[in-house]
C-alpha cells in the first residue's frame, strides 16, 4: 500500500464523508469498504469523495487523524502538573479507558486486527494516531512529574506504559474479543484508582 496524502477536514462536506466512511470502514472492513457505499452515506457523488480522498488509504488515514484529534482532547488536558499526582492520573485513566472502552474504539480496533495482516501499513496508522499518542502524553507528565520531583522515574516512557496496561487489563482484551459486555462507568474507576495506586506505590519519591 503507497504512502498517500492526507489533509484534515477542511469543509462540513469533507467531515461527513469522514463519518461516512467510519460507519462504511466499521460495517464492512476496510478491504470490503466500497467507496460507493461512502459516497451514498455521505449525500455525495464518488468524485467528490475522491475530490477529498484521493485512495480508500487515505481516507482511512483521515479517519485516524480526526480520531487522534479526539484523543488528544480526551487525554492532554488532564495530564496537568498543577494538579495533585493521583488526581491527574485518575482524570487521564479514566478519559483514556472511556475512550478506548467505547463501542466505536473497540469496533475500528476489531476492523485494524483483521487487515493489518496484509496492510500491516493500516496497522501502524493505527498504533501512530491512538495508543502512540496517549502514550506520549503520559510519557511527557511522567517526565515533568519526576523533574518535579513528585515522582521517582526513572524511565518515563515505561511508566506509562505500565499505566496503560494496568488501566485496560484482560477487560479490554476480553471485550475486543467479544467475551464480555462493556465496561460500566463503576468498573472503569475501580480499574482506573487501582492503577494510580499502582503506579504511585512504585514511583513514589
Request: hydrophobic fraction near 45%; charged fraction near 30%.
Amino acid at each position: 500500500m503507497a504512502e498517500e496524502r492526507t489533509a484534515p477536514p477542511r469543509n462540513p462536506k469533507a467531515e461527513r464523508i469522514i463519518r461516512a466512511a467510519l460507519r462504511v470502514f466499521l460495517e464492512q472492513g476496510f478491504e470490503g469498504a466500497s467507496m460507493d457505499r461512502v459516497a451514498g452515506l455521505a449525500g455525495v457523488s464518488k468524485a467528490t469523495v475522491y475530490a477529498h480522498f484521493d485512495s480508500k488509504e487515505s481516507l482511512f488515514a483521515a479517519i485516524m487523524e480526526r480520531e487522534t484529534r479526539r484523543r488528544a482532547q480526551a487525554i492532554v488536558p488532564p495530564m496537568s502538573i498543577d494538579l495533585p499526582i493521583r488526581e491527574a492520573l485518575k482524570r487521564a485513566g479514566e478519559s483514556f479507558l472511556r475512550f478506548v472502552a467505547c463501542e466505536e474504539s473497540v469496533r475500528t480496533l476489531r476492523v485494524v486486527a483483521a487487515e493489518s495482516a496484509r496492510f500491516p501499513e493500516l496497522g501502524q496508522l493505527f498504533f501512530d494516531s491512538g495508543p502512540a499518542v496517549t502514550w506520549r502524553a503520559l510519557t511527557e507528565f511522567f517526565e515533568r512529574a519526576a523533574d518535579a520531583g513528585q515522582l521517582d522515574v526513572p524511565d518515563p516512557g515505561l511508566a506509562a506504559e505500565q499505566f496503560m496496561a494496568a488501566a485496560t487489563g484482560q477487560s479490554h482484551l476480553r471485550r475486543v474479543l467479544g467475551l464480555r459486555p462493556a465496561m460500566t462507568e463503576g468498573e472503569i474507576r475501580k480499574r482506573v484508582d487501582q492503577a494510580v495506586d499502582l503506579i504511585c506505590r512504585a514511583y513514589q519519591p
